[in-house]
Nanobody, 115 residues
Framework: QVQLVESGGGLVQPGGSLRLSCAASGFTFSSYAMSWYRQAPGEERELVAHITSGGKTNYADSVKGRFTISRDNAKNTVYLQMNSLKPEDTAVYYC?????????WGQGTQVTVSS
């Protein structure tokens, strides 16, 4: 059974940093691409960052140069380092992977950027 557990969210001031983690289990983590999405109140869920099984990354234009996605296959964990945070980054952040043709989601972690 695929399980994804996000952590690391919280309240941070504009310009601050947070690192999100997503612990994965129930599948061969190293063989799968992983993604981070976010959903702000009243908005659709949007892709933030993606990393392939080989470590190739891509980002939404809104976070390029500020966010970094990485993975540690030994720990079955994917990370999202978020720097220079802005109020518009406030959202629930989810990690996900496509497993056997469907997306598996974690429960999400709240990130609030506010002074």
């Amino acid at each position: 059974q695929v399980q994804l557990v996000e952590s690391g969210g919280g309240l941070v001031q504009p310009g601050g940093s947070l690192r999100l983690s997503c612990a994965a289990s129930g599948f061969t983590f190293s063989s799968y691409a992983m993604s981070w999405y976010r959903q702000a109140p009243g908005e659709e869920r949007e892709l933030v960052a993606h990393i392939t099984s080989g470590g190739k990354t891509n980002y939404a234009d809104s976070v390029k140069g500020r966010f970094t996605i990485s993975r540690d296959n030994a720990k079955n964990t994917v990370y999202l380092q978020m720097n220079s945070l802005k109020p518009e980054d406030t959202a629930v952040y989810y990690c996900t992977t496509s497993y056997r043709g469907s997306l598996a989601w974690g429960q999400g972690t709240q990130v609030t950027v506010s002074s």
